[in-house]
């Protein structure tokens, strides 16, 4: 794929059942399909500098690092940090690992890098805030009021969510902070987008 003049190549981590059981149900392997992963590590040899962003793809950085010297950076975003290390030892010390080896890590928040103490302190680590996409383009005024027509919201003033439902995002919370929001002024709706 070419996108202003520069060539892109998807690499497709294969998930297979196998995989899945020990990754997810046995919690027993860190990075999904690490074989499939390190057959690709050549393909980079001759790069010169890897920004990884993800678990995989920090992994395949490493792997990379570790094979032709190449500098990576890794970048990390919450459940990497936050879940996926506390799941087994062996998870933790290859995040360790990572961390150590990576020339730059950078976290979404002063708080995930904070946390990612517990896995290692030697590591060199930056706050990278992550905002909208560059395509990302505010609606006009026609468009929210289309918007909030088709979904019976006219006169309404919408409070979202977008994320992860899952715990650790303390989605639990949002039906009484929404209650309570809604008893004091009736003219909000809200709405939840996001997967879980």
Known sequence: VMI????F??????HGFVDYILTVKLKNRAISNRVYIDRHASKLKDYDLIMAHGPDANYLGYVVNKQYGT???T????????VMPEVNKKTKSLFKDIM???????????RLLETSHSITTSAKKEVLYTGPA???KKQGVEQINQTKADNEAVNKRIIGFIGNLVPIKN???LPIIFKN????????QFWIIGDG
């Open 100 to 110: 150590e080896a990576a020339t730059l890590n950078l976290f979404v928040s002063k």
């Open 9 to 14: 190549e998807n690499l497709w981590v294969k």
């Open 75 to 82: 970048s990390w975003h919450g459940s990497d940090i936050n």
């Open 71 to 73: 500098p990576f950076t």
């Open 181 to 188: 929001i809604t008893d004091y002024d009736s003219s909000i």
């Open 134 to 136: 560059e395509g990302f």
């Open 171 to 173: 989605i639990q919370s």
């Open 4 to 7: 202003d003049s520069i060539e």
